[in-house]
Each structure stands twice: as C-alpha cells, then as structure tokens.
C-alpha cells in the first residue's frame, strides 16, 4: 500500500497571517499606503468569511460617498491593480523564497506554499518517497524540520513514514515506532488542528489497534481538514477496505491511477487493493502494465508471485530454482521468495529442485531471522538505521512455505499482538487462505472487533 503522497496541502490561518504581515513590510507596500491599505481589508475579508464588494470598498477605504457609482469610478479597480503589480513585484525581489505565495483572484486573495522556500522544496521532495523510500523521506524531512522546527506538515510526513516503515521488515522495535508515529502525530495536531494528514495517521494507528470507532472519527477529522487529499490516501482506503467497503476503497484507488504520475506507485497499490479484494485477474492485467515500463520494481514482482498464487500458477519465476544442481540460498536472502515457493514446489518435477532441500534451507534461514528480528535491548535506535530484516509476519510466509502452519500462525498473532499495520488485513489477505482452515487462525482473526461482526 506504498503511498502517492498529495501535496495540495491548504495554509492554515496563522501562516497566511505572518505572510501578509511580511508582505505589507516589505519594499513595495511600505509607500503604497492605499494598495495596502486594500490587501490588508481583503484578506481580512476572507478570513471572515465576508465577500468584498466594489461599491463598500470604495465608502470604507477611498472616502467615497454613499451615493458614489463605481461604473463612473474606476478607483477600486485601479487600486487592485496596483496591489496585483506591487505583489508581483515583491515576489520578484525579496519574496522569492518566501514560505507563501499570495496572488489575487479578482477580490479573492489566494494563499499558497511557495515551492522556492527551502522549506517547502525538501517537503516536497520528501513526500514522494514517504511510502517507497523510507530512508530517504526520513532524511529529506529532517532537513526541512530543521529550517522549519515544530512545522506541523512535516511532523504529521514523519509520523507517516515512521507507519510505512514496518512494512519493508527494517529492523525496528515495532510499539516504539507506532509510539513515535503517535507522538508526532499529536504534536503536528497541537500546532495546526486541521492538518488532514496527521488524522490521517491517527486514523491508521487506530486501525492497527483494531478501534474502528475512533479510526473512522480520525478519518473524519481528515475529511473535514481536506476531502479531496484524505479521499486519495491510501490508508483512507484501507480503512474502507478492512471494513467491509471494498467498492469504495476500490473506486478510490482507482481513480488515482489515471491521475499523471512519474512513478509506478498508483497502479501498484490499486493492484494491492484488487488482490485483497479477491479481484485476482484484474490485479494480474494491472501489475502485468506495471511490470513493462518498472521492471526492477520490488513490489511489482512481490505481487506477482502472490496474483499467480491466487491464480493457481505452479512454475512461478524462482530465481535459482529452475537449475539441476541443488540451490544455494544466501544468508541475507529475503523470505520474499516464499512466495514463489509456495506455489506447490513439492508438487514439480522432481529434477526441478530437492523439495527436502528446500525444506530444509528455508527452516535454516526462517530460525536465524526468527533469532534476529529481536535486537539487543541495548542496541542504539535511529529513525532508518539497522539491519535489514524481517517482521514476524514476513517469516510465517517463509514457514508457510515449509508447511509449518502452526509455527506461521504463532508468528501472525505476534504481529496482530503487536499492532503490525501489515495485519490491519489479516482477515482478507489471500495468501493466508491456506491457513483458514486451522481453528488456531480463526481464533486469530476473531477479536479483530470488526464493524461487520459485532
């Protein structure tokens, strides 16, 4: 569910505030008492909610009568000019890297983060690789929390990208990040109530904690914040989806892979959301457009053995697998391949790979990761730094493949205990379906407190 983060974020009342402050300071405006004089009145205007109007303006701010006729009187007019001249003038010259932009829309004054503020191109930056890049939207975010501390838009893109992280298997204490995510979430809420994306977090850790009331209150918040940007989040859509509105979330989803994007992620969640739907033959046609123009991306291929799982495909790609001699497996091999194992390996060729070879390699490499998913206590903790590797729900995949259902069932449930955003799904994912007829995994998914089954 790696997220497209929007960026249409709306400036809120405070910031708009100290940039007209800023802007009635400056060069231009310090002599042009009268243009400022109207900027200040219309902007003050919008924030009351009172439309301007031509005839008023001219009675409260050019001394005309009350009997004045403004077809006759271009004053008003002539006025709005020179602020729209004046501010271009001083965004030209020492407002270029301002925080906002403010331009005139007839008598409308429109606020807007300025993409030249230093600020605002490492934010902007940062959110494209909130959900694809952890690493990298860590450290993008740092350098703007440090030429804006306390900014509630970057505190509320690290409190998301701290949620995504566990989804890449990055060697985390997992109640200390979700912690974390929580905390600054909180503090972008203290700075700016209506910042939709900290909701939106909110709403997500409420859904890992199975308090569906609360999430859908959270998710609320973020549609009241910002409708339109709350509507494309992903994680929006899985709340949607974990509770029983795949339509919705799937129309949702949808709609953002025919928005104009550079990179492969819309259509690679959209066909997230099909496979836990069930829509397997979809998601194939998806993934399939995916994979032509992003080859090397993780995640395509990653669906793509799970789609042909689904689909009942035995001779997935095994990289590895395909040769007579026995495979050798690195170490730091990740579990991922399980998936393609799992497609009936015992059920192949026998010159095609040594079933109990495999078997035997993959209980090695799940014991050792099982070891050292647990750093020591005193192991020193950064935002994106340690050791890659995985999460408790990844290594049941892994004994999944082995045929150990027992042990990846106990794996799950450490996860579910944990709060894993991973297993926010874990009565949909279909690559659980073999484990569904254990009563242990009924047990599992049964005080997730649905809506739907209370």
């Known amino acids: 569910m790696a997220p497209v983060a929007p960026i249409r974020d709306e400036p809120y009342s405070l910031e708009k505030q100290n940039q007209l402050e800023r802007i009635l300071k400056g060069k231009p405006f310090r002599r042009a008492l009268k243009p400022a004089e109207l900027l200040k009145s219309l902007v003050k205007r919008d924030f009351d909610g009172t439309p301007p109007d031509e005839y008023t303006l001219g009675v409260e701010l050019f001394e005309r009568r009350e009997n004045w006729i403004p077809m006759d009187d271009a004053i008003v007019r002539e006025n709005l000019r020179r602020v729209r001249n004046l501010l271009e003038t001083y965004y030209a010259e020492e407002g270029v890297e301002d925080r906002l932009n403010l331009e005139m829309s007839g008598y409308k004054p429109v606020f807007s983060y300025n993409i030249r503020h230093p600020f605002e191109r490492q934010y902007r930056r940062a959110l494209r690789h909130i959900g694809s890049d952890p690493k990298r939207a860590f450290g993008l975010l740092n350098s703007a929390l440090n030429i804006e501390p306390g900014n509630a838009r970057a505190l509320a893109a690290w409190a998301e990208t701290e949620l995504w992280r566990p989804l890449y298997g990055y060697d985390i204490d997992l109640p200390a990040i979700l912690a974390s995510a929580h905390g600054n979430a909180r503090k972008s809420l203290q700075s700016d109530e209506k910042c939709w994306r900290a909701h939106v977090v909110m709403g997500a850790l409420y859904c890992c904690r199975r308090e569906w009331k609360k999430a859908a209150e959270a998710f609320g918040s ?233």
């Open 222 to 454: 973020a549609l009241d914040g910002s409708p339109d940007e709350t509507r494309a989040h992903p994680w929006y859509a899985a709340f949607l989806m974990a509770t029983g509105e795949s339509g919705g979330a799937l129309e949702l989803m949808k709609a953002k892979t025919n928005e104009p994007s550079d990179t492969p992620w819309p259509r690679l969640t959209y066909a997230v959301f099909l496979y836990a739907a069930g829509e397997f033959e979809q998601a194939r046609r998806v993934i399939l457009e995916t994979i032509k123009e992003h080859d090397d991306n993780w995640l395509a291929h990653v669906m793509w053995s799970c789609v042909r799982l689904a689909l009942g495909s035995h001779r997935a790609n095994i990289p590895g697998f395909g040769m007579s001699s026995p495979p050798r497996i690195e170490e730091g091999v990740l579990v991922y391949p399980a998936l393609s194992i799992l497609c009936d390996i015992e059920e192949l060729d026998p010159d095609y790979a040594d079933y109990l070879l495999v078997k035997e390699m993959m209980e090695e490499i799940a014991r050792k990761k099982l070891t050292g998913w647990e750093p020591p206590a005193d192991a020193e903790r950064r935002p994106y730094i340690g050791d890659f590797c995985l999460s408790p729900c990844q290594l049941a995949i892994g004994y999944m493949a082995i045929g150990d259902a027992e042990r990846a069932i106990g794996l799950l449930r450490q996860d579910l205990d944990r709060y894993h955003p991973l297993m926010v799904w874990a009565h949909l994912w279909p690559i659980f379906d073999p484990l569904r007829g254990h009563p242990e995994f009924a047990q599992l998914v049964g005080p997730m407190n649905l809506p739907s089954r209370q």
